[in-house]
């Protein structure tokens, strides 16, 4: 099997014979593009391999490339848990991560170039689905010719990913770890997706989605302010901010950002509407909200035991946005359905976000997990 070597960022287009991606609104895209990023070395018998797969605004660097300048060698947004020596070990694991598609971070996604019209697709992107994500990285990963993935793991959008991959391609996954993730939307994180693309849509500058050049700044803005609050916890909040003023000893008594906490929202808002699309957000925001494994998707995960994926799901106690009841939904269905399931609820005050912060525990139960996946044969007892 061909060793394949640590390396930054590459891109891998498919579809481009006419026929393109069948996705699940019946429609068919192409050519599809995804960046993706590889961590690591393929060994010979190709079955160390590790799939990571990103939240809603991710992007394919998950990590540093040690010794490459630039880009390539600058943090990535799991930098504590992905490396040499680190709980997803590159020394030992191959790590693959691509940008899911719809995004607009190298993948195929609103902003790309339609090939029918040569403007950017817009409105005229079809709308997506997480198991149209998983089949675009399945298609990627036929094409590094890897046959079986040792772990699928993700948080967020990134658990649904990896609970969707378990689903369509059984027979490839060993195992998988879904963090901080659900099985549906809550009704409470349907609704704050559409305040989030109502924000969007409200700014005049959004125009149906043809922009252009010219961004919907202020509605993305607010988006990623009203998106950034369910990533956090009151007790983050109140740490980190409390009722502090900003730089200023009582309050301006107009609508000019008084508190701390405004103006780090203000901060965040502004960073985000230079990284990130506004059509890719109303976009991946409703393939989140339509994911729902509790109706057939149950009935498929019962018919999982035969492909014997092991299972460590973990949630985070202060995370209000998935909170920890939906992970021990997902934990009681596919126990029902005869699976080999571990679970850790991870004492965190930070939020949702907690998945992507430092913390030794989840560090310890990732490293285990994975430890005896490898050289026990997939005994994830082995904690």
Known sequence: MTRVQDQGRRYFTFGDDGQGLKLDNGSHLGPVTLAY???????????????????????????????????????????????????IDTDRYFVICSNILGSCMGSTGPSSENPRTGAPYGLDFPMLTIADMVRAQKVLIDHLQISRLLTVIGGSVGGMQALQWCISYPEMVCSAIPLATTMRHSALAIAFNEIARQAIMADPKWNQGRYGSTPPELGLSVARMIGHVTYLSDEAMRRKFGRRLQERSDFSFNFESDFEVESYLHHQGAKFVR??????????????DYFDLTGNGEAAMSGLAEADIRFLVISFSSDWLYPTYQSKELVRALKRGGMDVSFCEIKADCGHDAFLIENERLQEMVSGFLNGVMTNGGDSHAL
């Open 275 to 288: 990284r990130f699309d506004a059509n890719s957000v109303l976009y991946i925001t409703k393939a989140a």
């Open 37 to 87: 990023e590889t961590y690591g070395q393929l060994n010979g018998a190709g079955d160390n391999t590790i799939l990571i797969l990103h939240a809603f605004s991710g992007d394919a660097h998950v990590a540093s490339h040690p010794g490459q300048e630039g880009e390539a060698g600058a943090p990535g947004w799991w930098e504590t848990m992905v490396g040499p020596g680190k709980a």
